[in-house]
């Protein structure tokens, strides 16, 4: 089993750059395929990006692309979202989410594949 936590969130104006940081315990994240999913207020959860077991293959929700990074440093066993040219859009608790399964590209977006999930972290843009 393993436990995540996520940091880094908070107020940042419209333009600006956040890096939240979901750190590991108990097993690796380099074991497992692990993402980050958000929740506006009054909206569903949504994925965000994501990262596969073992390897640097990344996806990502298309309207983000090229704004939002994910990374995983395993010497820190901490997984990394880089959000850029943040817009009031933005604004939602963002969760980190994991699973020791293999998942396929189609799958990564679907957060019921995901066993284990942080308490999330809020990242309100706003000026």
């Known amino acids: 089993q393993v436990q995540l936590l996520e940091s880094g969130g908070g107020l940042v104006q419209p333009g600006g750059s956040l890096r939240l940081s979901c750190t590991a315990s108990g097993r690796a994240v380099n074991d497992h395929t692990m993402a980050w999913f958000r929740q506006a207020p009054g909206k569903d959860r949504e994925f965000v990006a994501a990262?596969?077991?073992?390897?640097?293959?990344?996806s990502y929700k298309n309207s983000l692309k090229g704004r939002f990074t994910i990374s995983r440093d395993n010497a820190k066993n901490t997984l990394y979202l880089q959000m850029n040219s943040l817009n009031s859009d933005d604004t939602a608790v963002y969760y980190c989410?994991?699973?020791?399964?293999?998942?396929?590209?189609?799958?990564?977006?679907?957060?019921?594949?995901?066993?284990?999930w942080g308490q999330g972290t809020q990242v309100s843009v706003s000026s």
């Open positions: 990262i596969k077991r073992g390897s640097h293959m990344t």
């Open positions: 989410a994991a699973t020791s399964s293999g998942l396929i590209t189609s799958s990564l977006a679907q957060e019921r594949f995901y066993d284990f």
